[in-house]
């Protein structure tokens, strides 16, 4: 750990180097961030570095430009952590990469209503995050149905909007509390807000698809076991081949050399002989 001075090295926490949007909700940035960890992270920085960057997910973080879902490709810039003056803090300079939740104003979402109130419909997206449609957004193309707990459009009796239902809705707005966002919407959408249902046919039709893929997908995996397990046994083959011809290469050359040795034992003699 070294000790410096940096006034102004903290100013910026997150610095986003590269940005690739990937559909009209999600974008995926790599960013250089420099992390205050605690001094009790110095036994394990590598541990307290990624217990950090989980902290920040599904939170709000305005330098990235949207609320964090997963990061990777974590990489350290410095071989080295810093402290600053009499901060206790140990600054750690990393590179990663966010994939951000980041829905604009004026997108059409869709969601699944979660609560249905005489004020207000609530709706989660993604099934994590909230939106709201206030009612002077509703009114007067829906109203309030008290006894049926939902929101009914006012021509068409078919469109309602109660717990359960997938609608469409129009991005208006996002609002923050704690770094936990909420988004605000209206019903300025065409064509119709409420999605129809599903049949139980429907349903069915859908489950079998899943399955059938399911099953091809399992076919497609047990197959390409089956050819890695072909290919291995095919290599263990040649390896055992190759360790015979080895051996017999091995063996040919040491009876050669046994038999040469026989030759020399022989000419000795024969040798002292004649000397003789």
Same mark, same amino acid.
């Given at each position: 750990?070294? !000790? ?11 610095? +986003? ?22 001094? !009790? ?6 541990? !307290? +570095?990624?217990?950090?960057?989980? &902290? ?36 750690? &300079? ?27 419909? =609530? ?48 991005? +208006? ?14 019903? =300025? ?23 059938? &893929? &399911? ?24 390896? *055992? ?10 063996? =040919?050359?040491? =009876? ?14 024969? *040798? ?5």
């Amino acid at each position: 750990i070294k !000790a410096r001075s940096d006034d102004g090295a903290m100013k910026a926490k997150a610095q +986003v180097k590269k940005e690739v949007a990937v559909n009209h909700l999600f974008k995926q940035v790599r960013a250089k961030l420099i992390l205050k960890l605690l001094p !009790a992270a110095i036994t394990d920085i590598k541990s !307290a +570095v990624k217990k950090e960057l989980a &902290s920040m997910l599904l939170k709000l973080d305005p330098c990235l430009g949207g609320v964090p879902i997963t990061f990777s490709n974590l990489r350290y810039l410095e071989s080295s952590s810093s402290i600053f003056e009499d901060q206790p803090h140990i600054h750690v &300079s990393i590179m990663a990469n966010f994939l951000l939740f980041a829905p604009k104003v004026g997108q059409v979402l869709h969601g699944v209503v979660n609560n249905v109130a005489d004020d207000a419909v =609530g709706i989660l997206i993604l099934d994590t995050f909230n939106a709201t449609i206030p009612r002077e957004e509703l009114e007067p193309s829906f109203q309030f149905d008290s006894e049926q707990t939902s929101w009914t459009h006012s021509s068409i009796q078919s469109q309602k909007m109660a717990v359960g239902k997938e609608i469409k809705f129009r991005c +208006v707005g996002i609002k923050t509390t704690d770094r936990v966002i909420q988004v605000m919407g209206d019903i =300025g959408v065409d064509p119709p807000i409420v999605m129809e249902s599903k049949g139980e046919d429907g349903k069915k039709g859908e489950d079998g698809k899943k399955g059938g &893929s &399911s099953k091809g997908k399992v076919k497609e995996e047990e197959e390409e076991a089956i050819g890695t397990e072909e290919a291995g046994a095919k290599a263990e083959q040649k390896g *055992k081949k190759k360790k015979e011809e080895d051996g017999k290469k091995g063996k =040919g050359k040491k =009876g050669k050399e046994i038999e040469k040795d026989k030759e020399e034992e022989s000419e000795g003699p024969k *040798k002292k002989k004649q000397k003789k």
